[in-house]
C-alpha cells in the first residue's frame, strides 16, 4: 500500500541517522577511542554499545543531551575499563555538529520543501542542531527538540509538544523517520502517518537504534524514495 501524499500539509522528521549519517559519526568518534584503549571491538558492536548507553541514560532524570553524551562516554569507558581523557570523553559532543547529511538528503529536502512545510522532531539540545542546521540547507518551518519538553523521544510529550504548536490536525501531518522505536511508536500512538527510512537496510543488527516491531504505513530506502513517492520527482 502505498501512502497518498496530497492529504498532507507537512512533514516532520527525525534528524539523526534519518537526515544525518548517525551511524558514520558515532563511529568516527568512538572507534578511535577504544582503538586508543587497545581494544578493536566492530562498528556493529560500537554502535549497539552506544544505543544501550544512551537509552539507559535518557529514561533516567533529564539531563541535556550534550551531558548524555558525556554519560555514555563515562558508561563505556566504565564497562570496558579504561580511563578517558578530556578529548575522549567530548568526543561525542565535540564530533556530533560536524557530522554530514547522508547524500540524499539536501537535495530531497528542498524538493520537498517546495511542497510542504517541514519539521524537525529530535533527541538534541537547540544549540547543537543549530550547527548541525547549517549543513541542511533549509529553512525549517518548526524545531522540536528535547530541551523544550524535558523528555526524550520515545516519550509521548515530545511529539505532543510539536503538535501543539504545529496547529494542524495528525492527519494532516507525516512523521518521516529512521528508528522505529523513539519514532514510529509515539507517532503512531497520537494519530501521525508514518514514513521508515530504513538506512540499515541490508545490514545485519539494529545498529545505533533498538529494533521494535512498530508498522510504518511506508517504508523507504532513503529520501530519493520518499520524494518520488510525493510524486516531486
Known amino acids: 500500500m502505498t501512502l497518498n501524499f496530497d492529504g498532507f500539509e507537512a512533514l516532520t522528521f527525525d534528524c539523526y541517522g534519518t537526515l544525518i549519517d548517525w551511524e558514520a559519526g558515532l563511529i568516527a568518534a568512538l572507534k ?5 584503549n ?6 556493529d558492536h560500537l554502535l549497539e554499545l552506544f544505543s544501550e548507553a544512551e537509552i539507559a541514560h535518557q529514561v533516567r532524570e533529564y539531563y541535556p543531551y550534550r551531558e548524555i553524551l558525556k554519560k555514555v562516554m563515562r558508561s563505556l569507558s566504565g564497562r570496558f575499563k579504561f580511563t578517558l581523557t578530556s578529548s575522549e570523553l567530548n568526543c561525542l559532543v565535540r564530533g556530533l555538529p560536524t ?9 530531497a529536502l528542498k524538493l520537498l520543501k517546495s511542497r510542504y512545510k517541514l519539521g524537525i522532531i529530535s533527541n538534541i539540545d537547540e544549540d547543537l542542531f543549530a550547527e548541525t542546521a547549517k549543513r541542511l540547507e533549509i529553512p525549517f518551518d518548526w524545531v522540536f527538540t528535547a530541551d523544550q519538553t524535558k523528555s526524550y523521544k520515545p516519550a509521548l510529550q515530545n511529539f505532543r509538544n510539536a503538535l501543539q504548536k504545529m496547529e494542524l490536525p495528525p492527519e494532516k501531518i507525516l512523521h518521516v523517520a529512521q528508528s522505529r522505536y523513539h519514532d514510529l511508536v509515539p507517532a503512531k500512538t497520537l494519530g501521525l502517518a508514518t514514513v521508515w527510512v530504513n538506512r540499515r537496510k541490508g545490514k545485519a543488527g539494529p545498529g545505533a ?3 521494535s516491531a512498530a508498522e510504518p504505513d511506508q517504508e523507504v530506502a ?12
Open 32 to 36: 578511535p577511542v577504544f582503538s586508543g
Open 222 to 233: 532513503d529520501l530519493n524514495e520518499l520524494v518520488s513517492l510525493a510524486g516531486l520527482k
Open 38 to 43: 587497545r581494544m578493536n571491538l566492530s562498528d
Open 99 to 107: 557530522w554530514e547529511p547522508f547524500p540524499d538528503t539536501v537535495e
Open 209 to 211: 537504534t533498538p529494533d
